[in-house]
């Protein structure tokens, strides 16, 4: 027996476990589907969840605690058996703890209006990068590595330049197998032109501003509040330069405030006070579909809590403990 766990030592030594990127959680609503069968989506809900939680994504280390949490909803509009096709909407959103506190920040908040795809249950969710297989395992090996590249780019500016890369293979795949919803065909709703606009040289004020709200924003309001809060409108200031430089930015922009327009009134109606006013018109700009949440911002800036942090909202381990320098994600 001993020598048992002396070779089983010997293993772990030489092949440490590493655990997968994601903690997805997945949710299927077909409430407005007829019939009492409905086995076949409790049988869907796992099949993703293992999909996207027991696959290798990428050849970094991720410990237990750093795996990226992800909500999956899909909302059944349509399901017809005989066919085994099924039409919802798909609700993709990942999370990123921030340091030195207990809170995650919503860092994508995707939304796929109608998506339609096949699926019998039991079905294996098989995924090769170069092959197009279907629209399922392609839409959501796709939103994973988008998830990715946002990820590893709130750490280090253009980490997530790779997982994008990843991400435009499979567009390119269902694109030319003429797939809805995958063309590069700016109308600014499909896979094709968020991916597009990720990797365009144009954006990398866009990157910017990604990074910079979250590595020297959220993450330096736990030690440096004001500094924090000043750097957020720095990341703001980067957005207002993306839009001026590029005619098509409406899409990534409105991606980022889809993921952001919540927090960003708590942070600036509460803490060390700053120029409200300024913050404000600069957002109306980017955001005018927000204009509701900014006026927020106007109404409530005299009011000021202690803590210009905003609400708990999740279930990962605190990481004041550790010292993450600006590669975290990119040096493992």
């Not at 997968?20 to 997945?26: D, I, L, M, P, T």
């Amino acid at each position: 027996m001993q020598r048992l766990f002396f070779i089983i030592g010997l293993i772990l030594l030489v092949n440490p476990l590493r655990a997968q990127e994601f903690k997805a959680n997945v949710t299927i609503n077909a409430a407005s589907v007829r019939g009492s069968n409905k086995q076949v989506f409790k049988t869907l809900e796992k099949a993703i969840e293992e999909f996207i939680n027991k696959r290798r994504w990428t050849d970094k280390q991720f410990q237990d605690y750093e795996k990226i949490k992800v909500d999956i909803l899909l909302n059944i509009k349509k399901y017809d058996l005989n066919k085994n096709s099924i039409t919802a909407e798909l609700y993709f959103r990942s999370y990123r703890p921030v340091f030195n506190s207990d809170y995650e920040t919503l860092l994508l908040n995707l939304v796929d209006k109608n998506f339609e795809f096949n699926y019998r249950e039991f079905e294996k969710l098989d995924f090769n990068i170069e092959l197009f297989d279907s629209n399922l395992i392609s839409t959501l090996a796709f939103y994973a590595y988008v998830a990715l590249g946002y990820d590893f780019d709130s750490f280090k500016e253009n980490a997530g330049h790779p997982f994008f890369e990843k991400a435009e293979i499979i567009q390119n795949n269902a694109d030319q197998n003429n797939v809805s919803g995958w063309a590069k065909d700016n109308k600014n709703n499909s896979k094709g032109d968020l991916i597009e606009q990720l990797l365009n040289d144009n954006s990398k004020f866009y990157h910017k501003a990604v990074y910079t709200y979250h590595r020297w924003g959220l993450d330096m309001m736990g030690q440096k509040l004001a500094l924090g809060k000043n750097n957020i409108i720095t990341a703001i200031n980067y957005l207002q330069k993306f839009k001026q430089e590029n005619h098509n930015s409406d899409y990534l922009i409105k991606i980022f405030f889809d993921a952001k327009a919540d927090e960003i009134v708590q942070i600036f109606t509460a803490g060390p006070p700053v120029n409200t006013a300024f913050v404000v018109n600069k957002l109306r700009n980017l955001a005018p579909n927000y204009d509701f949440k900014w006026d927020e911002i106007s109404n409530k800036s005299t009011a000021r809590p202690r803590s210009a942090r905003p609400p708990m909202q999740g279930d990962r381990p605190t990481k004041e403990n550790h010292n993450f320098d600006d590669g975290h994600r990119a040096k493992k």
